[in-house]
T-cell receptor, first 112, second 114 residues
Protein backbone atom coordinates (compact mmCIF):
# COMPACT_ATOMS: atom_id res chain seq x y z
CA UNK A 1 0.00 0.00 0.00
CA UNK A 2 0.87 3.65 -0.10
CA UNK A 3 3.09 4.86 2.73
CA UNK A 4 5.64 7.43 3.83
CA UNK A 5 8.73 6.69 5.89
CA UNK A 6 10.18 9.65 7.67
CA UNK A 7 13.38 10.17 9.60
CA UNK A 8 12.89 9.56 13.30
CA UNK A 9 13.37 12.45 15.63
CA UNK A 10 13.69 14.40 17.67
CA UNK A 11 16.28 16.59 15.97
CA UNK A 12 18.06 19.32 17.89
CA UNK A 13 20.16 21.87 16.04
CA UNK A 14 21.90 25.10 16.84
CA UNK A 15 20.72 28.26 15.14
CA UNK A 16 22.17 28.69 11.61
CA UNK A 17 22.89 24.96 11.27
CA UNK A 18 21.98 23.00 8.14
CA UNK A 19 18.84 20.90 8.29
CA UNK A 20 17.98 17.69 6.48
CA UNK A 21 14.93 15.58 7.27
CA UNK A 22 14.75 12.40 5.21
CA UNK A 23 11.53 11.17 3.64
CA UNK A 24 10.98 8.18 1.36
CA UNK A 25 7.72 6.90 -0.02
CA UNK A 26 5.98 3.89 -1.49
CA UNK A 27 3.12 4.59 -3.86
CA UNK A 28 1.39 3.30 -6.94
CA UNK A 29 1.02 5.64 -9.86
CA UNK A 30 2.31 9.18 -9.66
CA UNK A 31 1.96 10.64 -6.19
CA UNK A 32 2.00 14.28 -5.22
CA UNK A 33 4.36 14.99 -2.33
CA UNK A 34 4.00 17.49 0.50
CA UNK A 35 5.75 18.79 3.56
CA UNK A 36 3.50 20.12 6.31
CA UNK A 37 4.59 21.83 9.52
CA UNK A 38 2.78 21.87 12.86
CA UNK A 39 3.62 24.52 15.43
CA UNK A 40 2.70 23.88 19.09
CA UNK A 41 -1.04 23.99 19.68
CA UNK A 42 -1.87 24.58 16.04
CA UNK A 43 -3.10 22.68 13.02
CA UNK A 44 -1.01 21.77 10.01
CA UNK A 45 0.34 24.30 7.54
CA UNK A 46 1.58 23.47 4.09
CA UNK A 47 5.28 24.20 3.85
CA UNK A 48 5.89 23.12 0.25
CA UNK A 49 4.83 20.60 -2.34
CA UNK A 50 5.85 18.95 -5.61
CA UNK A 51 3.46 17.24 -7.97
CA UNK A 52 5.73 15.54 -10.49
CA UNK A 53 9.18 14.00 -10.72
CA UNK A 54 12.16 16.41 -10.57
CA UNK A 55 9.97 19.26 -9.34
CA UNK A 56 11.48 21.30 -6.51
CA UNK A 57 9.19 22.80 -3.90
CA UNK A 58 10.46 25.74 -1.89
CA UNK A 59 9.18 28.14 0.74
CA UNK A 60 10.67 30.21 3.59
CA UNK A 61 14.17 28.90 2.82
CA UNK A 62 13.06 25.26 2.89
CA UNK A 63 13.48 23.08 -0.22
CA UNK A 64 12.65 19.54 -1.27
CA UNK A 65 13.08 17.80 -4.64
CA UNK A 66 10.80 15.02 -5.89
CA UNK A 67 13.18 12.17 -6.75
CA UNK A 68 11.35 9.34 -8.50
CA UNK A 69 14.47 7.19 -8.95
CA UNK A 70 15.10 7.08 -5.19
CA UNK A 71 11.42 7.56 -4.16
CA UNK A 72 12.50 10.40 -1.88
CA UNK A 73 11.47 13.92 -0.93
CA UNK A 74 14.03 15.09 1.61
CA UNK A 75 13.50 18.46 3.32
CA UNK A 76 16.47 20.83 3.56
CA UNK A 77 17.20 24.29 4.89
CA UNK A 78 20.56 25.97 4.80
CA UNK A 79 20.32 27.95 8.03
CA UNK A 80 17.65 27.19 10.63
CA UNK A 81 16.21 29.71 13.07
CA UNK A 82 14.69 29.30 16.52
CA UNK A 83 11.30 30.05 14.95
CA UNK A 84 11.62 26.89 12.80
CA UNK A 85 11.12 24.73 15.90
CA UNK A 86 8.07 22.60 15.11
CA UNK A 87 7.00 19.13 13.98
CA UNK A 88 7.48 18.42 10.27
CA UNK A 89 5.37 15.89 8.37
CA UNK A 90 6.07 14.40 4.98
CA UNK A 91 2.93 13.29 3.14
CA UNK A 92 1.65 12.05 -0.21
CA UNK A 93 -1.53 11.72 -2.20
CA UNK A 94 -1.97 9.22 -4.98
CA UNK A 95 -3.46 9.79 -8.40
CA UNK A 96 -7.22 10.15 -8.32
CA UNK A 97 -7.58 10.67 -4.58
CA UNK A 98 -6.72 13.51 -2.25
CA UNK A 99 -6.45 11.66 1.05
CA UNK A 100 -3.05 12.40 2.55
CA UNK A 101 -0.80 9.60 3.79
CA UNK A 102 1.45 11.05 6.47
CA UNK A 103 4.80 10.08 7.88
CA UNK A 104 5.25 9.87 11.63
CA UNK A 105 6.55 13.42 11.94
CA UNK A 106 9.94 14.78 12.99
CA UNK A 107 10.19 17.16 15.90
CA UNK A 108 12.80 19.86 15.31
CA UNK A 109 14.15 22.01 18.12
CA UNK A 110 16.49 24.87 17.28
CA UNK A 111 18.50 26.30 20.15
CA UNK A 112 20.05 29.80 20.14
CA UNK B 1 -9.94 35.25 3.23
CA UNK B 2 -10.84 33.42 6.42
CA UNK B 3 -9.19 30.07 7.05
CA UNK B 4 -10.72 26.75 7.98
CA UNK B 5 -12.59 26.96 11.26
CA UNK B 6 -13.49 24.13 13.59
CA UNK B 7 -15.85 24.11 16.54
CA UNK B 8 -15.62 23.41 19.33
CA UNK B 9 -11.90 23.60 20.00
CA UNK B 10 -12.06 21.36 23.05
CA UNK B 11 -14.50 18.68 24.16
CA UNK B 12 -14.67 16.33 27.10
CA UNK B 13 -17.04 13.37 26.88
CA UNK B 14 -17.50 10.07 28.69
CA UNK B 15 -17.45 6.59 27.25
CA UNK B 16 -20.64 5.60 25.46
CA UNK B 17 -21.66 9.14 24.60
CA UNK B 18 -21.73 10.54 21.09
CA UNK B 19 -20.17 13.72 19.76
CA UNK B 20 -20.52 16.01 16.74
CA UNK B 21 -17.69 18.15 15.45
CA UNK B 22 -18.12 20.95 12.95
CA UNK B 23 -15.90 22.31 10.20
CA UNK B 24 -16.33 25.38 8.01
CA UNK B 25 -14.04 25.30 4.96
CA UNK B 26 -12.40 28.21 3.21
CA UNK B 27 -14.94 30.07 1.11
CA UNK B 28 -15.22 28.48 -2.33
CA UNK B 29 -13.64 25.19 -1.31
CA UNK B 30 -15.84 22.19 -2.07
CA UNK B 31 -13.74 19.36 -0.70
CA UNK B 32 -13.56 18.71 3.04
CA UNK B 33 -11.49 15.94 4.62
CA UNK B 34 -11.21 14.77 8.20
CA UNK B 35 -8.14 13.36 9.94
CA UNK B 36 -7.48 11.90 13.37
CA UNK B 37 -4.18 12.65 15.11
CA UNK B 38 -3.01 10.56 18.06
CA UNK B 39 0.45 10.07 19.61
CA UNK B 40 0.33 6.33 18.87
CA UNK B 41 -1.15 6.18 15.37
CA UNK B 42 -0.11 9.58 14.06
CA UNK B 43 -2.25 11.27 11.41
CA UNK B 44 -4.87 9.06 9.82
CA UNK B 45 -7.45 9.86 7.15
CA UNK B 46 -11.10 9.43 8.13
CA UNK B 47 -13.14 10.50 5.10
CA UNK B 48 -13.56 13.11 2.41
CA UNK B 49 -16.66 14.88 1.17
CA UNK B 50 -17.13 16.73 -2.10
CA UNK B 51 -20.37 18.43 -3.09
CA UNK B 52 -22.25 16.68 -0.28
CA UNK B 53 -21.05 13.20 -1.31
CA UNK B 54 -18.58 11.01 0.51
CA UNK B 55 -15.89 10.26 -2.07
CA UNK B 56 -13.31 8.47 -0.02
CA UNK B 57 -13.16 6.72 3.32
CA UNK B 58 -10.34 5.58 5.57
CA UNK B 59 -10.14 2.46 7.67
CA UNK B 60 -12.26 3.45 10.65
CA UNK B 61 -15.26 1.68 12.20
CA UNK B 62 -18.81 2.65 11.33
CA UNK B 63 -19.10 4.62 14.59
CA UNK B 64 -17.33 7.40 12.70
CA UNK B 65 -19.56 9.15 10.21
CA UNK B 66 -19.84 12.50 8.54
CA UNK B 67 -21.82 14.65 6.23
CA UNK B 68 -21.49 17.77 4.17
CA UNK B 69 -24.06 20.48 3.64
CA UNK B 70 -24.86 22.47 0.51
CA UNK B 71 -22.69 25.37 1.75
CA UNK B 72 -19.73 22.90 2.03
CA UNK B 73 -19.71 22.99 5.82
CA UNK B 74 -19.12 19.53 7.24
CA UNK B 75 -19.85 17.68 10.43
CA UNK B 76 -18.27 14.57 11.85
CA UNK B 77 -20.06 12.34 14.31
CA UNK B 78 -18.64 9.68 16.58
CA UNK B 79 -21.13 7.43 18.35
CA UNK B 80 -20.58 5.19 21.37
CA UNK B 81 -17.32 6.86 22.29
CA UNK B 82 -14.38 4.75 23.44
CA UNK B 83 -11.31 5.83 25.40
CA UNK B 84 -9.21 5.29 22.28
CA UNK B 85 -11.18 7.96 20.42
CA UNK B 86 -9.37 10.63 22.42
CA UNK B 87 -7.48 12.57 19.76
CA UNK B 88 -7.06 15.79 17.87
CA UNK B 89 -9.51 15.83 14.97
CA UNK B 90 -8.39 17.93 12.05
CA UNK B 91 -10.46 19.16 9.18
CA UNK B 92 -8.94 20.21 5.87
CA UNK B 93 -10.43 21.87 2.82
CA UNK B 94 -9.30 22.19 -0.76
CA UNK B 95 -10.68 23.92 -3.81
CA UNK B 96 -10.84 21.10 -6.33
CA UNK B 97 -10.28 17.95 -4.31
CA UNK B 98 -7.70 16.82 -6.86
CA UNK B 99 -4.71 14.84 -5.61
CA UNK B 100 -2.25 17.67 -6.35
CA UNK B 101 -4.39 20.34 -4.72
CA UNK B 102 -3.23 21.90 -1.45
CA UNK B 103 -5.29 21.02 1.59
CA UNK B 104 -5.67 23.77 4.21
CA UNK B 105 -6.08 22.60 7.76
CA UNK B 106 -8.08 24.01 10.63
CA UNK B 107 -6.75 24.26 14.19
CA UNK B 108 -8.47 21.03 15.21
CA UNK B 109 -10.88 19.88 17.89
CA UNK B 110 -9.26 18.22 20.91
CA UNK B 111 -11.56 15.42 22.09
CA UNK B 112 -10.96 13.79 25.44
CA UNK B 113 -12.97 10.69 26.35
CA UNK B 114 -13.10 9.81 30.04
Amino acid sequence: GDSVTQMEGPVTLSEEAFLTINCTYTATGYPSLFWYVQYPGEGLQLLLKATKADDKGSNKGFEATYRKETTSFHLEKGSVQVSDSAVYFCALTTTGANNLFFGTGTRLTVIP
Amino acid sequence: KAGVTQTPRYLIKTRGQQVTLSCSPISGHRSVSWYQQTPGQGLQFLFEYFSETQRNKGNFPGRFSGRQFSNSRSEMNVSTLELGDSALYLCASSFTGFSEDTQYFGPGTRLTVL
